[in-house]
């Protein structure tokens, strides 16, 4: 297939999207919680995330055997009715001749189906055709189940894109005009020019949809070199952080931080950014499904995660040595002060101040798709051309345009979105997706393998990770009324 990528591709697109705008949020909860603490906290939170993600690929993995069964036992009945009707077109059988015996013929397919049918019965286990989270909810729950997952999975992407949205128009805005970053919205943006902060927002975030919101009408896989290009830019940005952090390190003559082990106080915060930072989960199905050879899937994502771990490891820490005050974004600490100022300095002080751009620009795409793809499955009952094609990808990405243009502080709509949504999203939808999907295994295929369930095949996993889940929003609950004054 012309739309099937490598898995170092799609490992690329998993990178991408979990390594953002929330990274840089990490050296300042790491100042906040102590380095120790935060150390071996964000370790713990990088596997939960990974049991939680392999949770999601052995999901889809059931509920395309389960889509399949349901096709083979529909075409099971069509081919016994047209051999019935060949042998006595004029009698009819009741429903005690109609039904057979389920152990005797299960596995037993018409032999027109069996030319377009692996012939091995794990190949009902497959991650080839694509199974949104949506999907899964409508195979695997009930009815209120399903209610559930929609409130919270539409909560979570709408409020993602537009946070992204606002952040990309903001910080376009704090680049571009020449007044200081810290002077209100009704300031003008040009001295010469009559046009306010505000109106030059709603300008970006305006050019912002034109530019971006079309890749919502195709797939992940269109957009294969924007990927490449923020990967690289990610890349170089990260590493000039860490470099230049390194570099202030080993200056005697600049003044370092002194963090500290451990503090308790700081734990909900740094929970909040940690589960913003390893978010992915709801994007698999589109990022897996492409992927040419996936054998190996749960080791590469495993290397992938822990990449990002290192990753996030070496910026937060080299952060919180180098400099004794810690910005809440990481990039505002690379802002010269105007001493020993240089054409370089300047360079980077402005790609720094980019890099969001550039992060947030590249995950855009995958979470509008995301989104479209939800929606059609929501819709999927209504085949009405013009709703699928067009209704639904403009329903994905102009209302979180339009949210942004409307309200300027999303303070509590970040923290609504990366807290309570998104640790039902991390971590109590695909635990609970899991536990069903494995209840609702065909009797005959519970004893063929699946070649893509997750490593942690045990009951008590599931269990755990909704434990920790509840204790994560009480944590998350805690720190939203007693410090940030949110709720």
């Known amino acids: 297939m012309d739309d099937q990528y490598s898995s170092y591709t ?49 999901s889809m993995s059931i509920s395309n055997a389960i889509l399949q069964w349901i096709k083979v036992e529909r075409m099971k009945r069509i081919s016994r ?28 397919l018409p032999s027109a189906y069996l030319q377009n049918f692996p012939s091995e019965p ?44 606002a952040a990309i128009a903001k910080t376009i805005v704090n680049t571009s005009c020449t007044t200081p970053t810290n002077t209100t919205d009704d300031h003008l943006c040009w001295e010469s020019y009559n046009f306010t902060k505000r109106r030059m927002y709603k300008m970006y975030l305006g050019l912002f949809l034109l530019s971006f919101g079309p890749y919502v009408f195709f797939n992940i896989q269109k957009t294969k070199y924007l990927q490449f290009f923020t990967s690289a830019s990610r890349w170089l940005a990260f590493s000039i952080m860490i470099g230049l952090g390194v570099q202030r390190l080993l200056n005697p003559n600049l003044e370092h931080g002194d963090p500290e082990l451990a503090v308790a106080s700081g734990l909900p915060a740094l929970l909040g950014s940690c589960v913003y930072s390893f978010m992915c989960h709801h994007s ?11 054998s190996r899937l749960f080791s590469k994502l495993a290397l992938d995660y822990l990449a990002i771990l290192l990753f996030y490891l070496t910026l937060a820490l080299t952060a919180v040595f180098a400099f004794r005050e810690v910005s809440d974004l990481y990039t505002l600490n690379f802002v010269p002060d105007g001493s020993n100022y240089t054409v370089f300095d300047e360079v980077v002080s402005y790609f720094l101040a980019l890099f969001p751009l550039f992060t947030l620009t590249a995950s855009f795409p995958i979470i509008a798709v995301t989104l479209r793809s939800n929606l059609q499955a929501m819709f999927a009952p209504y085949e009405w051309r013009i709703l699928h094609l067009f209704i639904l990808p403009l329903l994905a990405v102009i209302p979180p345009v339009l949210i942004a243009m409307s309200t300027e502080n999303i ?6 979105t990366g807290s309570f949504a998104g640790v039902i999203i991390q971590y109590v939808i695909p635990a609970t997706l899991v536990m069903c999907a494995r209840k609702s295994i065909p009797e005959l295929l519970v004893t063929v393998p699946n070649f893509y369930s997750s490593p942690f095949k045990a009951s008590y996993w599931p269990i755990l990770v909704i434990i920790w889940a509840a204790v994560s929003i009480v944590l998350v609950t805690y720190d939203m009324v007693h410090h940030r004054g949110i709720i």
């Open 10 to 58: 799609a490992l690329l697109y998993i990178f991408n999207l979990i390594v953002g705008t929330g990274a840089l949020t990490l050296p300042f909860a790491f100042k906040e919680a102590g380095w120790v603490f935060s150390s071996i906290f964000i370790i713990f939170l990088a596997l939960v995330s990974y049991i939680t993600a392999t949770f999601v690929i052995e």
């Open 122 to 165: 794990q190949k009902f286990f497959t991650l080839d055709i694509k199974v949104e989270m949506s999907e899964m909810a409508t195979i695997l729950y009930n009815k209120i189940g399903k209610y559930v997952f929609y409130i919270c999975l539409c909560l979570y992407l709408y409020g993602d894109l537009t946070i992204y949205s």
């Open 284 to 294: 698999l199905p589109s990022l897996i499904s492409p992927i040419k050879d996936k």
């Open 411 to 416: 303070e509590a709509l970040v923290g609504v």
């Open 81 to 108: 009715y047209i051999q019935m009707a060949a042998e006595a077109p004029i009698s009819v059988s009741t429903d005690e001749e109609d039904q057979s015996d389920p152990n005797e013929d299960s596995l037993m």
